[in-house]
């Protein structure tokens, strides 16, 4: 089997298991509207729509990285059961290759939220974007992959630690960072239609591109950790 | 045991050191106090000669992390000994990257609080050297979380990720807009000091670099000392007790 081969066959595993229990995307996504009505009660989205438009974009963000680390912990605690791990381990299969997998199916986890709570976002808080709307269809998924493959990668490498569920956000968070920043700033950009969001574009890419780089090399020696 | 009482001396070439250290340390304080009054901001300048070697080393150290981190990767397998030195070396710099950082935020703030009247503003400079000291932060709290040989391999590679976004960090001082001067040195054509200040500003970056290499010595020897005990307490055997099965 090819190396794109193991990816898919992973993926199809991931995307099928999803499909049968419902637990991530359901979870995820009624988080991510509490999180949209919590941020209602700190302004008044609709009596001002410029402070809107000014602070839309970052609260859209906050919104779906607190969603996506809560899911993020899921998706490999999932291998946990019944010592899928190790059977993964011992798989003549590229590790990277299983990572990939896992990254690809978070990432359109996560994206199909951003197709549900964009729309909702935009009716709850009376969204009208003034820049061009359509470079949101770049921004979104560069952004979510520059999440969802450190997510992943960090996911699994806080699997076999105490607290778990804690450590992922707090080593998640700061190398998130800059990704958080670009794709905040470019969202900004697009609803306020002031600025030009290419530069942090090019930052999403540049980012998404040197992680994912580190992510595939480095993945081996972290599901290897404990022997 | 012989052996242990000589590894618990203090070495004369380190009390040497750490003498030198302070001389050039007290040099540093006294061309820092001396150099001449700032146009603009009369004394309140002079914290700058103590925030801008510290700033400067707090770029160098998680370097040294990296380096190290690398390292101990390369060596996990083929030899433990050295990696667990490594390994040492890491979580030394780590700690020095957090104390210097700590310092450089803290003296920045003192200066801001001087110069522009507020002690922190989220321009794009401040927000990524914060960045920085958040990173080595969690570097250090997944040291504590995470427990037995995992331990060095994880923080390996967090060390690793922490230091590729340092550039990106650097970078975006030349792409964004910026409260912060522009570097003080090389910077573009305006960018330079005075250069009657130049002494106080060299003198201090070699004291603060010594200084920060004695406590880096001094943090690798006492976690050196530690992973004796460990290895001590965990029996004279070094190989695994139960033959590994090498799957790869």
Known sequence: ?227 | MNNRSQTQRFPLWASLYLALTFAVLAIGFYEAMTAPKEATMGNLYRVFFYHFPHTILSFVFPYMNCVAAFLFLFWRRSNPARALKADAFALASGEITVLYASVGLATGMLWGRAAWGIWWTWDPRLTTYLLLWLLYVSYLLLRKLTTGDQKAVLSAVLAIFAAIDIPICFMSIRWWRTQHPAPVFGGGADSGIDPHMLPAVFWNLAAWAMWGAFVLGLRYTIERRRQGIVAVEAGPVVAPASPVLEVR
Not at chain 1, 65 to 79: C, D, G, H, V
């Open chain 1, 1 to 227: 089997m090819s190396y794109f081969g193991h990816v898919l066959t992973h993926l199809r595993k991931d995307l099928q298991l999803e499909w049968r229990a419902r637990e991530m995307i359901n979870g995820m996504l009624f988080f991510a509207l509490l999180v949209v009505v919590v941020f209602s009660l700190a302004f008044d989205p609709t009596s001002y729509p410029t402070v809107t438009r000014q602070i839309s974009g970052g609260l859209l963000w906050v919104g779906l990285l607190f969603a996506s680390i809560t899911a993020l912990n899921q998706s490999w605690a999932r291998e946990l059961h019944n010592h899928v791990m190790d059977a993964q381990r011992l798989s003549p299969a590229p590790a990277s290759a299983l990572f990939l997998g896992k990254a690809l199916s978070n990432l359109i986890f996560v994206s199909f939220i951003e197709l549900v709570l964009a729309p909702v976002f935009a009716i709850f808080y009376n969204l009208h974007p003034l820049g061009q709307a359509w470079l949101l269809l770049l921004i979104l998924p560069l952004g979510t992959w520059g999440l969802t493959v450190n997510g992943t990668f960090f996911a699994a490498l806080s699997l076999r630690t105490r607290n778990r569920e804690l450590l992922l956000p707090l080593v998640l968070c700061p190398i998130a960072m800059p990704a958080l920043l670009g794709m905040i700033q470019a969202t900004t950009n697009v609803l306020t239609g002031e600025l030009e969001p290419g530069l942090w574009i090019k930052l999403l890419v540049g980012y998404d591109v040197v992680f994912t780089i580190a992510c595939i090399f480095l993945f081996e020696t972290v599901l290897n950790a404990a022997d």
